[in-house]
């Protein structure tokens, strides 16, 4: 009985490493962030449709998101980070690094635009969004592996 117990925990500890080490992963962090850029849009986008009620702290907290992330989105994508852990990233990112960080960039500022200017109601939060997501189609179009 105590053996079992023992190499369950010892089971349990192995998994837990493994995850803490994958997870500090390039790779993972990359797709943490985006996770946190979708969610920020998720917000703005269920604004813009109506779905949630006009929210001025839910917006400066999405935008300041897309602010954060954009400014450090590039540094996650060294060398030797191209393949593994479902990747989407394009061989074209490490080709191409200074363009792919000057389009971060362009997302940077066009989130602390809006964030400067915040948007008021429902109609503003929809032209904001309309203005940030096109950097966004940008960089997918060139750097986004299609699955």
Same mark, same amino acid.
């Given at each position: ?8 925990? #010892? ?61 450090? &989105?590039?540094?996650? &994508? ?37 964030? +400067? ?6 109609? +503003? #939060? ?22």
């Amino acid at each position: 009985m105590k053996l079992k117990v023992v190499l369950s925990a #010892v089971t349990a500890i192995c998994l837990g490493v493994s995850a803490a080490i994958a997870a500090g992963e390039p790779q993972v962090v990359r797709q943490d962030e985006m996770k946190k850029v979708g969610g920020a849009m998720g917000v703005l986008g269920a604004i813009t449709k109506g779905e949630k009620p006009y929210d001025a702290a839910a917006v400066t907290a999405a935008l300041t998101t897309l602010v954060e992330v954009s400014k450090t &989105f590039p540094d996650h &994508f060294p060398a030797g980070s191209e393949t593994g852990m479902d990747s989407e990233a394009a061989p074209a990112i490490w080709q191409n690094m200074d363009d792919f960080k000057a389009k971060s960039a362009k997302l940077t500022a066009a989130a602390e635009a809006q964030l +400067a200017s915040l948007p008021a109601d429902q109609a +503003a #939060v929809g032209a904001a969004m309309k203005a940030i997501s096109g950097t966004c189609g940008d960089c997918h179009q060139t750097y986004r592996l299609k699955k």
